[in-house]
């Protein structure tokens, strides 16, 4: 089919909000907008002000109201456990009424914030749609934080209510979440009212009296009474969660996002950028803990209608590298959506993807690559074992859902490799320079996004409109700026290169390497330190520390080095793959002080790297390369 995407893409640019306004018509509103989008509210303005609606209304119960409630909503498939459960939507509705009536039996109501801190058990799910029903915010936080950043979150968003799990599974290892929540309520300021503990046999949690209630039993104690918790009607404007994500600092960002809106930017895209028709079964290869996540696990395909897979298990290791072909074959999913790293670690295992040949892919359509840039490498060995189109789309936490990409439901563009394609409707995606004006075709720059914001985007961070408009919006005024670095080539396609921030990206997952060098920096023995992203072959990059040691310090550098990684374990936690720690005698910097971090990387990578004219000391370069060698990493001279 001929693509309508110019066509689509020019009538959002004619007339943004009639544009969104018919896309409005997919959701069930219980009160219309008075204004598509009102400019003068909020930090940039704010979309479909006065109307009303209910999230979990939109994803449950219009569904089956419709007669749609023996359609299967989500299939848990947890190789860990050994478990495979349907739940329809009906099934959904019961468990979210009923933990619904539990928040609201332990004082939850609308506005407070609920954090949600479990493993991929459907039991999460229930406890975001419940938290949505009452009107409530909830705040998931990804399993593999350590407690003091979970800490860090409660003390942000303050809960009156924490649903946690007793236990995750990792391949190797079950990671008791009890001790880690008990631990950071100890360490947090704000103490919530209760922690409401979702038991798993592979390791009970104790509760406290008091404090803690049993997950289970109360839901069933809510299923005996059956007051059936209606949705409450909440305006389009208010928050339906706060994701937290990294920012520069060692301080999580809460990115904010809305309750209308939100729906109206999931609804099309699952329309039109995916291509999903109600019934389809969806399968979002990620964690809830990360947005896309929240979009495309959660939100997006049951707004839509579709049938979504909850897997608790990873690519490989859950049995083996044919874990993802078996979960297609087994639940017929038409289109799987995972970073490029769980296809890197597949490949690793089964280069050949022999193990396709036990499973019958033929319901499988279409692969969504995200999180992270999908090298063309990757891609082109997706395409030819999968056989079918490979779809890289960009976007981040803070636009929660995508900014550019190759838009299956208008009819697919040609792709090229290395490109997330085209800007999608509600995007005027941008390249400036550091100073704001606008570059050439095939120049890198600065990606910004023209003002205002699509349906969907953040209307602010949690609590903190001045540090959302300082850092992204005043830098390049009336955009916001992406922190990411690209181009955008002759035929519009955009490619998206590097951050032009501390951020990197471990096996799809954002971390700041300020907040590891913040911690490196803490350990008694250490005078100051710089924390580098280098390439790694299956999780793109990972994180590497230098260490210069205070003068006085006689001890093994062996020790101090194994200290400060069980230090970043223990404050980050293990999702920050903080392995790689070394001990030089000084950092290169500029003479004004500045650490030469980029071409630090540029060494540990192997590229081309020059030598600085500002730097005060050359020769510190060569002590780095002799380090990185000694360690393994690739290691050149200088260009010139
Ligand atoms: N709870 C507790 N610990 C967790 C966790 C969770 N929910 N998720 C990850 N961890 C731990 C892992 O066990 C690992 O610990 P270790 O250092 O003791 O081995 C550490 O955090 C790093 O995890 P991860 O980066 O996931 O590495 P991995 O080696 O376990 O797996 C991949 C690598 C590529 C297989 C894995 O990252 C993956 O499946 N990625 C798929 C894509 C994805 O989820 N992207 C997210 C955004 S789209
Ligand atoms: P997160 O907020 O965790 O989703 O991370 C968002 C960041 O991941 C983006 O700002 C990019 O730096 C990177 N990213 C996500 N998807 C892609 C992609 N398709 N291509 C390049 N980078 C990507």
Redesign the pocket.
């Known amino acids: 089919m001929a693509s309508s995407y110019a066509a689509v893409y020019e009538a959002w640019k004619q007339d943004p909000q009639a544009f969104w306004a018919e896309a409005a018509t997919a959701v069930d509103w219980f009160t219309p907008a008075d204004t598509t989008f009102d400019a003068a509210e909020g930090v940039y303005g704010r979309w479909f002000v006065g109307a009303q609606t209910n999230t979990c209304y939109n994803c449950i119960d219009r569904h089956v109201l419709a007669g749609r409630g023996d359609q299967v909503a989500l299939i848990y498939d947890s190789p860990v456990t050994g478990t495979v459960e349907h739940w329809t939507y009906a099934q959904m509705l019961a468990e979210v009424q009923a933990l619904a009536s539990v928040y609201l039996e332990l004082g939850v109501t609308r506005g407070d914030r609920v954090i949600i801190y479990m ?1 991929m058990v459907p039991q999460a799910i229930a406890a975001m749609l419940a938290a949505s029903r009452i009107g409530a915010v909830h705040s998931v936080v ?3 934080f350590a407690a003091n950043e979970l800490a860090t979150r409660i003390d942000d968003c303050t809960p009156r209510l924490i649903v946690s799990a007793s236990c ?1 599974i ?2 190797a290892r079950i ?1 008791a979440y009890k001790p880690l929540l008990d631990a950071a309520i100890d360490m947090a300021h704000h103490k919530p009212d209760h922690c409401l503990v979702f038991q798993r046999p592979q390791c009970r949690a104790d509760l406290q009296a008091g404090r803690d209630m049993d997950y289970r039993d109360e839901v069933e104690r809510a299923m005996v009474a059956d007051v059936g918790t209606p949705c409450v009607p909440m305006e389009a404007t208010d928050p339906l969660y706060i994701l937290y994500t990294s920012g520069t600092t060692g301080q999580p960002k809460g990115v904010v996002r809305d309750t209308g809106g939100h729906m109206v930017a999931l609804l099309w895209s699952m329309q039109h950028f995916y291509g999903l028709k109600p019934g389809d079964v969806f399968w979002t ?3 809830i803990g ?1 947005v ?1 996540g929240h979009s495309y696990i959660v939100y997006g395909p049951l707004l839509n209608g579709n049938t979504t897979v909850l897997y608790e298990g ?3 290791g859950t049995p083996d590298a044919g874990a993802f072909w078996r979960v297609i074959a087994q639940h017929g999913v038409t289109a799987l959506f ?2 490029p ?2 296809f890197r ?1 597949i490949r690793k295992e089964d280069p050949q993807a022999g193990l396709i040949e036990d499973h019958d892919l033929s319901s499988l359509r279409v692969l969504f690559l ?2 992270e840039r999908a090298d063309p490498d990757t891609l082109d060995w997706a395409e030819t074992v999968l056989k079918v189109p490979v779809i890289d789309h960009w976007w981040q936490t803070e636009t929660g859902w995508p900014i550019a990409g190759n838009p299956r439901g208008l009819g697919l563009l040609a792709v090229k490799h290395g490109s997330a394609t085209v800007p999608l409707p509600g995007y005027d995606v941008r390249i400036l320079d550091d100073g704001g004006h606008p570059v050439t075709a095939g120049t890198l720059g600065n990606v910004v996004i023209g003002l205002p914001l699509p349906p969907g985007c953040l209307p602010t961070f949690w609590n903190a409109d001045n540090r959302f408009r300082s850092g992204c919006l005043e830098e390049f005024p009336d955009h916001y700026k992406t922190a990411d670095a690209g181009y955008i080539d002759d035929d519009g396609y955009i490619f998206i290169m590097a951050r032009t921030d501390d951020i990197i990206n ?4 954002r971390l700041s390497t300020g907040s590891m060098e913040e911690i490196c920096a803490s350990h008694p023995d250490v005078a100051e330190c710089a924390v580098i992203g280098i390439k790694d072959a ?2 793109g990059q990972v994180p590497a520390g230098f260490l210069v040691l205070n003068a006085n310090v006689s001890r093994e550098t062996a020790d101090i080095e194994r200290e400060v990684v069980a230090l970043v374990r223990n404050r980050i936690g ?2 920050a ?1 903080f392995k790689t720690v070394m001990c030089i005698k000084r950092l290169p910097k500029t003479r004004s002080g500045k650490i030469l971090r980029g071409t630090m990387q540029k060494i540990a990578d192997g590229l081309d790297w020059k030598m600085p004219a500002t730097i005060d000391d050359p020769l510190i370069l060569d002590e780095i390369g002799a380090v990185l060698h000694d360690r393994g990493f690739a290691r050149r001279t200088p260009g010139n």
């Open positions: 493993p990804f399993g593999g995750g990792e391949t990671v290869a990620s964690d990360w896309v990873k690519p490989i995972t970073a790293t769980a670690a995200a999180g471990v096996a799809g997952h299956i999780k293990p999702v793959a």
